[in-house]
């Protein structure tokens, strides 16, 4: 009766008192996801024409930021929680 629901599931006692984010980990995560999701845009807008048509770019960007960078940064979380 001593073990609660996370030891009970499976779950390893180092995981139970994770440190939280740091702040340059967390500026690391959106800038790199940023950058990411604009090469998506860039590349999935016709590569250097999508500079004479901005308007796309940013459409498609926008787009990118909502699935590449999701993606991008539950994987980078991931690699951290398992790291742990």
């Known amino acids: 009766m001593g073990r ?3 030891s009970a599931i499976g779950i390893p006692d180092k995981l139970k008192h994770e440190t939280p984010v ?3 980990e967390l500026r690391d995560l959106v800038v790199s996801a ?3 999701a604009l090469a998506f ?3 999935l807008s016709g590569g250097v024409r999508a500079f004479f048509e901005p308007q796309r770019l940013i459409i498609v960007s926008l787009m ?3 699935g590449v960078s999701l993606g991008f ?3 980078e979380m991931g690699h951290r929680f398992v790291a742990r």
């Open 4 to 6: 609660n629901y996370l």
């Open 73 to 75: 940064v539950l994987h």
């Open 22 to 24: 740091r702040s340059k």
């Open 41 to 43: 845009g860039i590349a």
């Open 64 to 66: 990118a930021i909502v």
């Open 34 to 36: 940023l950058l990411l």
